[in-house]
């Protein structure tokens, strides 16, 4: 009788985790359905013209809303500081929530877009730096340099960072109000 009562048990138990389970993969899959689209501006002067077309062709297809601002067709002679404040300006005037800038290194799109005022950007050539930045930071625009990452690699710090959230913690709170004060000055 006694090891009847623990089969029963363990047959409870067993049947209590699976609901669990369930119910936890379905709270998960509804967030996922009902999460708003995340809007992404994506811009790239000839330097990065290419892996931009892959990159909102790869966004695209994982349902993520993408603002093309160009360059729309290749052109050697068109310049970074272009393509890089018209992104800029879609994140900061908040008509994209984040904003993906290429060209050749990565590093003039940088520092063209953080002269916009509410625009945080940070060159990115790994996942760490690329999740790291949004969620301690709040980086919101991502450059890329895109003679630096080929495309495969370029696909996973995209995704890193178009995943990554704001902890929303105090000290990362209170660091980013001390850049916010700066852009005031």
């Not at 790239?44 to 067709?73: F, Q, S």
């Not at 990452?149 to 902890?167: L, M, Q």
């Not at 000290?171 to 004060?181: A, C, P």
Request: aromatic residues 12%; proline residues 1%.
């Amino acid at each position: 009788m006694q090891e009847n009562l623990k089969v029963v048990y363990l047959f409870r138990i067993y049947y209590v985790l699976k609901i669990y389970s369930i119910f936890i993969k379905f709270i998960y899959s509804y967030q996922k359905i009902t999460r708003l689209v995340l809007k992404i501006a994506v811009g790239a002067d000839h330097g990065g013209y290419e892996l931009k077309n892959l990159i909102v062709g790869w966004l695209k297809e994982k349902n993520y809303e993408v603002l093309d601002l160009g360059n729309h067709v290749y052109d050697a002679k068109d310049d970074y500081p272009d393509f890089a404040i018209s992104v800029a300006n879609a994140v900061a005037q908040g008509k994209a929530e984040k904003g993906i800038v290429l060209c050749g290194s990565g590093v003039g799109a940088c520092i063209t877009v953080n002269k916009i005022k509410g625009a945080r950007a940070a060159i990115c050539h790994d996942t760490y730096s690329a999740h790291q930045g949004v969620e301690h930071d709040d980086m919101n625009i991502l450059c890329l340099g895109a003679r630096i990452v080929g495309s495969h690699y370029a696909k996973e710090i995209v995704f890193a960072f178009v995943e990554a959230e704001f902890a929303n913690e105090e000290r990362f709170i209170r660091r980013l109000n001390k850049i916010k004060e700066l852009e005031n000055k």
